[in-house]
């Protein structure tokens, strides 16, 4: 392989995009060709981006020779799929979260991956953020000793739309997986036993969608460890993005991030910035450090940081909740699917 | 009743002896009488505080005609039969926590409280910290709107002996107890039902004596909202002590208190104080507050801030988190002892 | 002497009562007698606090075989004298600060305390406050190497009437002189030269009493450091009382205090507590703290932790600030008052 | 002129290898051509960033037709003799600070600007900042007030090289010269007079080099406020740039930035982040918003955000605080140069 990597992207889709914007910054990668299912509206966009190939097929990616990569952001339902037929076309592989739906699709689909040796990402943007990776990096030099609690509260500004609550796979599966993510990235170690309580306290019609929006998962790992998530479809102060891990020789903290550290004291109050409106302005750099990630990945032939491995554990998780939170008590992750392979 | 409580304090262990130190600050208490099962030792300190009466013999307290009020300081496991006792003698009673480790005895000792129509004070000193209040008031005033989510971190900075723990009623009868009773406190709402997941983290000691020492206890509020309470017996950097609510409108927080402000910031790192280090720093004032309003209560007869009923509900939800812990699901309140008186 | 103190306090305004409420929650003081030229409205008062005389000849104090130390509370201009007296009269002696509004009187005042070997403590409380001490501390033990540059801020939350500008000797010997004071006390160095800004911003009619509102002074200390206090008499948010050492090897800041650490975040804003809103909240433990080591200093005969020297270097810094702000020059306080004795 | 804008830059040592970085992420311009003294060693670099033409001989860049704009970071003491010729040639100029080190010759140059009618703007890249604007927008909407009183530190985290410090102009012209220029941004007044107090504190070399490390100024504006900068050339804990301003109606102040949020308490401490090290980290979005701004104010001819005139009001109180510093006395800015143009 040469020293740039050509790549497509499939979906052209709000997220897609985000990918493209930070995929022109990284000087190694040359994006040639895009896909999406309606592409009428995305000549400008294509052509002000220098994309050659705007097409509404995207096996016209997986059959480019010159297309080292692809990055897959189309709807979570056809990601299984896309990604046997980019591994069989020995594309390397970049996949919006989550996998799929199903953990069994995503299994088959990690078993093409393997056999074909192609690299596959899986786009959990969080683990890219400096100051969850400041966490990390504390826990695996030992700074707080041995983890005994990890603590996660992650909090949206807004509800999505109804519509997209209904295609979501629900919130543990949409919204919690990147929890379950960090949770294991932060721990380095797997996820045993799961306890959810979910209910719906935003909007009705989220319940009615078949959905919760408000959850407190409690989880238990392979290293002893206790873990508890809490997230809230809508948090009307912001995108509230906070963990915790507390050991036996400390704890480590990471609090929200904020536009700028300025504070106002007047009679009524003193106040200070309220933390990053949503995803897009607090994990900005995390996604242009995820792509750049992915792209050294390939073109030197190492390891990528967020595997398909990762992809499906934080699946099986997510479907441990759900049983938990259905049948009211704990899931052991062995109870859930387990490979065979 | 005149302008002036006359008290007795039964039991003159470290407790006891910290209510005293207070209960002198209070311009309208004067502390005729100590009672212990030993009493030898305190004779030096008995006249320096200016204590008419030490006995071994805790009725002699109850049968002085001059004593207001009794504060009862000995053993958990005497609580409940002395309060039946002082009730009986008319006398008004401040209790340590818990009332008693069964909630069918305190639910009797509330009962003869009741029959005798004297007050009976709970010593959930948190109650009276100046930032928990805040958080209630906040809560109360409807400034963070409907609470959706209550988040409470207690961490003791060192564990007890195991003398201690074996005689403690295990951590949620001894330490939770403190944030089961916040809960209630914050939320004005019952707990419903309790998930508790626990283990032993911290000393294989403490497992050996049959309790945990790490743990993470999930609530269901009467109100719909859910809760979560970690407890850890030792946090390496002090006592920690935060919660947070979080509505539909904000969010609440409390941090640690720290003995002063100042920052230092080296070539190294910038470094800020530790928490204050236990609960005779943090509380300090709260426990002056206690028995201030339990004062002010018996002699202008108004309600008691924590009432026999808080104990007793607080003991309700330690003995379900109990249940859960051991059955490994999550336990309704109402399975629990209910009163039927 | 023995292990009881016997004071009088000479005084009874605001901070003379202060004083007495701190004295009473010292065991090893008694107050024996008040004077105050009027006393018609103190009996209740004096019963309530259980002090045997109350006059209005503070000369029944001095002569009172009885009374081993005095608070001198009355207004400024009387201090030298009184401190004359109490001198002869062999008392201990507590003065308000500033002891004088002249440098010549002070002195005097110190030649007769020195003459008659008791002992004097100067009220300037701040050196009592924690966050301070904490700075010292830190400085002393050499945590940020050599001191480069001090700042202080001190801001009132309102400023006094007009009648008490009129009276107080001005802003530099009522207000600042306390950053004065902090500043010798935190660099462990006298100052050397004085430049002062000064202007009226607040209110004109404190220019019509011929004091100004707003004073930035920049100093120079004998250690070849510098340091900059500004001083307004109107903060609105609140009493704003921090410092900052920077050195060397690092930088120490005490920042304000605040009532609790709640913080509230909601769709408009994250709220924070105002600091302490006056110096009866924000120094309410120094004000104990400096009698009870005053108390100490006086039974034990140990040196005072703030001395008669420490009241007159401060007097002379102000009288320097004066002077500079006057001539719109630096000051250097060599020219300004030098003892001779 | 075209939606393009075409530009040159003058000197690619580190500040205009650093603009060339930032101009490449505006689309709006185009990199044509790059001067320095020397220019062997950058062939790659202009290969690599696709620069067209490397020269020795900045003439060619304004003798070249298709370039509308240059950017001049070479040597101050050359940027007034190529403003005028830029200006002469109808190039638009971005001029890094300070303008020259004579504030006659800047004037000159402003007049050679304002002659031409082309755009010059002075590389103040703090105004770009978002916690400075911010501060700046709250005064200006009089969120806090009439101002009063403001406080800039500024303190780098290493002295630079005694050659650089040889050549600088000295701190008030190389270093403080920012903080001025921030010091009338924040306020929207002009400075009337300085007073300056300085010394040498962190290297006899620097004093040796006839220059400072350590000051403190006092400054007064037009609009009746105070204000007081300090700077020092070393704070070992990295970059040190806050501000404050003191209103009628509150204080605003911006604090130092830093890498994550992360926070460690052990047993021995509560760690925070240490500031960003230095100007690239701290102001890397301010340095990119200034070329940017610059690129929309050529394009859209519009006024630039930080004017020639900017630069030689800040030159003018970097000259006044030298004298002050020498004379020992307030200088007034009328005293120094006064355009009589």
């Known amino acids: 392989m040469s020293n740039v990597l050509t790549v497509g992207v499939i979906g052209a889709g709000r997220i897609g995009k985000l990918h493209v914007d930070n995929l022109k ?5 040359k994006i040639k060709a895009v896909s999406d299912v309606v592409v009428d509206h995305l000549h400008d966009w294509a052509t002000t981006n220098e994309i050659d190939v705007l097409t509404t097929n ?12 692809v990055f897959i952001c189309s709807p979570t339902n056809t990601h299984a799929a896309i990604i046997k037929e980019a591994a069989q076309a020995k594309k390397h592989i970049f996949c919006e979260k989550p996998v ?3 953990v069994e699709e995503t299994h088959d689909a990690l078993k093409a ?4 040796g192609v690299k596959l990402q899986v786009g959990f943007n969080r683990r890219f953020d ?15 000793g041995q ?11 807004q509800p999505p739309s109804i519509d997209y609550v209904r295609a979501s796979g629900g919130l543990f599966m949409d919204m919690m997986i990147h929890d379950f993510d960090m949770a294991r990235y932060i721990m380095d170690s797997e996820v045993v036993e799961v306890s959810a309580q979910g209910t719906v306290l935003v909007d009705p019609a989220i319940g009615e969608a078949g959905d919760i929006d408000t959850a407190i998962v409690t989880l238990k790992f392979e290293n002893g460890a206790l873990g508890v998530i809490d997230n809230s479809r809508q948090a009307v102060y912001g995108y509230d993005q906070r963990l ?5 020789k400390g704890v480590a903290t990471a609090d929200n991030c904020i536009p700028t550290t300025v504070q106002v004291s007047t009679s009524e109050h003193v106040v200070k910035e309220k933390p990053l409106y949503f995803f897009l302005e607090r994990y900005t750099q995390a996604y242009v450090e ?6 050294t990945a390939c073109l030197t032939d190492q390891p990528v940081t967020c595997s398909g491995n990762d992809g499906f554990q934080a699946e099986r998780i997510a479907k441990a909740a759900k049983e938990s939170l259905l049948s009211g008590r704990p899931v052991r992750l062995e109870e859930s699917y387990v490979t065979n392979g």
């Open 58 to 69: 995207y096996s016209d990616l997986l059959n480019d020779g010159e297309i080292d990569a």
């Open 290 to 295: 995820e792509v750049k990630e992915f792209a």
């Open 147 to 157: 983890p005994h609690v990890l603590k996660i509260t992650s909090r949206d500004p």
């Open 244 to 248: 915790e891990v507390f050991g036996n």
């Open 25 to 29: 910054l990284i000087p190694q990668i």
């Open 113 to 116: 991956v393997e056999a074909a």
């Open 130 to 144: 400096p100051n969850f990776k400041k966490v990390r990096e504390l826990v695996q030099t030992n700074e707080i």
């Open 100 to 102: 799929s739906f199903s």
